[in-house]
């Protein structure tokens, strides 16, 4: 088994923007695990030549030649989420295991026929990223299913940002219905990785950002067959900041400034004067987060929330989630859980391992060398993203919605 | 209108335990109010005797009795929840006005029998307790009105804290749905009270307390006619404890201990040891929490959470409420308010005014002086019990209920 566990396999990149950046950047990890990186496509020539001189690997301006590259073992799927079918079922054509960027289609009809084709090509697809991959949530979902505490009850989580300020173009934010489609998955996935079982029930109702003209953040009840239920809630519009309730720890570990929020929305409120040029310098501040970017400043980070890699002493956190339990609750700390049982509270350290999308990559490598499922796969990411928009269908209708594409872990 | 305003009405008390205990105990503006302290009703003849010394007052054995008592102007009903229907017609037969203590009766039906009495009568019926009295609560509702911070979008409240642990007698707790009836009244009239309008539907489960064998907390979506949602979550099992989120402000506005939560389930723990003698043992730390008790300690109050009159010096705290609105977020402070602004944070001291029962007497004065209707009048107190139970019927039937009894402010 040694041998083919430590098989490296040859990664490719569909899309090398503001995911890739983050995996290049911010996980030291990376450089550790069993892959070559061997090939990139993009439309943006000068990334291509950044990648070229970084990883002496191949680039594409044709997303089709990347996935025909018998060099590529494994497909990145980083490209819009609009394009992501297109692409799942083009590396599944060329027999490509891949990795899929949340959120993993624009629909689910769209999430089905990429299920279909990798399952007919015989081929891993995993839906990534999500912060389900934290260390604290993994350890949080082990002590549930430990059953230590008994049975699982509820489990309630809070998030506060300014996600709806960051400098996305107006079309991108809208797409995603603001938070929902793009944050939504995260904490659906946090929650179903705690909860484990099959969800059924959505009862949602969204609000209205009036500075972005789209979806703002939402309130949500979850039920679960089990008869465990979640609370979700988001609000992603630069007020409070969930983070003063957790010791200042930004969403990627690092330390968050208590002006950020305000910090992000002058920037956007700055680029709102003049209409004229806002979206030009909305695109050129995304640039800025993107692999290969000509330029990038300390302030350009702090807009997207990255921390310098440095910074990050604790784990990422995103947002206030309380788990209860028959004999007790946990929440997380900035270095681990907080289990508060029968006997008072016990802080319980969590090592900082590998984390977020280099915890994928290693998932999906000992999936592909044993030849065994990957965890979320696309059926997972498929009722991830169910839930998402039961979401805004339970808040359009004002009404709950019944769930039929649901998986258990 | 001075003197009519400053008219002393006579108030008669239906049932001197617990909930007088508290008004007499904590609240110094009891004695500056308009009413005179005249009568109270009984079956504990050593409350009476209290009473007699302290007040001068008439004592009664016989509700119908304090009821007829010419002397007597209002009726303060505190007697247990299931008597409150039969009390409160009584007091409407007699033409006195009167407040019902928290839950306003068991039943909606036997809600409505008690406004129609009320309102036949020509009396004032005021649904009290709750901590939507609040000065904070309050001030966080006025700054909803006044629209400086465009419109409100949602409310979403947390409590976690040991009311199930707290020495209830078994039928008692269970008779109220654990904190459902009992609690909820509290959480749902703050949201009602922040947002305003009509509620219209709730989507609800419950969690199963394996200790107290009954319903231990719940998770809710409630909608609003006007597009506003909120989510109400209650865990009250002695695990997490919301005070830490707040400075370890206790309910009262007292100082809450780290180790509360913990004290308070190991003295039910250690009472459940003798399972033939638990029963008795409740009732008798019940009875240290009432008017008049024999013996009453320390201990015996910071297991009812109730902090010492001096240790009050905060605004009481019923957990994390964080109020999202167009162009800001408000939550409570210790000292008041933190709005969450487009120009950042701003903490806004709230004066510790008049509070919770005595708050209400004040108000009950005025309606009936200047006869106008009481805001939390009958109709308010059974729309806020319908929404606790449809808590719990949405629980059970593992669907949305739609509500029917439902007002605006």
Redesign the interface.
């Known amino acids: 088994m040694t041998d083919v566990a430590s098989r490296e396999l040859g990664l490719g990149f569909l899309g090398i923007g503001q995911a890739v950046a983050r995996i290049f950047q911010q996980y030291p990890d990376m450089s550790t695990l069993p892959y070559r990186v061997v090939a990139a496509a993009d439309t943006r020539s000068h990334s291509l030549a950044r990648f070229a001189t970084e990883f002496a690997g191949r680039t594409y301006t044709d997303a089709e030649q990347l996935c025909a590259d018998p060099s590529v073992d494994v497909v990145y799927i980083a490209t819009p989420p609009e394009l992501h079918r297109e692409h799942a079922l083009m590396a599944a054509h060329y027999r490509k295991h891949m990795i899929v960027e949340k959120p993993l289609a624009m629909s689910i009809d769209d999430c089905t026929a990429m299920v279909e084709a990798a399952q007919a090509a015989g081929v891993q697809l995993m839906a990534g990223h999500t912060h389900s991959f934290d260390a604290p949530v993994r350890a949080m979902a082990e002590l549930v299913r430990s059953g230590d505490l008994?049975e699982l009850?509820?489990v309630?989580t809070?998030n506060?940002n300014d996600f709806n300020r960051r400098p996305w173009p107006t079309s991108e934010l809208r797409s995603t219905s603001g938070p929902v489609l793009n944050q939504g998955p995260h904490q659906v996935d946090i929650v179903r990785q705690i909860v484990g079982g099959v969800a059924?029930?959505v009862?949602?109702?969204t609000?209205?950002d009036?500075v972005r003209k789209c979806v703002?953040?939402y309130?949500?009840?979850l039920?679960f067959e089990s008869?465990?239920?979640?609370?979700l809630?988001y609000?992603a519009?630069a007020?409070?900041?969930v983070a003063e309730?957790h010791s200042w720890v930004a969403e990627d570990g690092g330390r968050r400034s208590p002006?950020a929020?305000?910090r992000v929305?002058s920037n956007f409120?700055a680029l709102s004067q003049n209409p004229d040029h806002l979206e030009v310098a909305l695109e050129a501040q995304k640039e800025q987060g993107r692999y290969g970017a000509a330029t990038t400043t300390e302030e350009s980070q702090e807009l997207w929330g990255y921390s310098a890699p440095g910074e990050i002493i604790h784990h990422p956190y995103f947002g206030l989630t309380?788990v209860?339990c028959?004999?007790?609750?946990i929440?997380q700390s900035p270095d681990g859980l907080v289990v508060?049982?029968?006997?008072?509270l016990q802080e319980i350290p969590v090592a900082r391992t590998m984390r977020g999308r280099a915890a994928e990559l290693a998932e999906l490598h000992r999936a592909i060398t044993e030849d065994r499922p990957v965890q979320h796969d696309g059926r997972w990411g498929r009722a991830t993203l169910e839930v998402c928009f039961a979401i805004l269908q339970s808040a359009y209708e004002?009404?709950?919605v019944v769930l039929s594409q649901q998986v258990s872990l």
């Open positions: 008994g009850l509820m309630n809070w506060f059924r029930t009862r949602a109702s609000i209205w009036d703002g953040g309130t949500c009840h039920g008869g465990v239920s979640a609370t809630v609000d519009r007020f409070f900041d309730l002006q929020n305000q929305a409120a309380v209860s028959e004999r007790g609750a929440r508060y049982g029968q006997n008072g004002d009404r709950e």
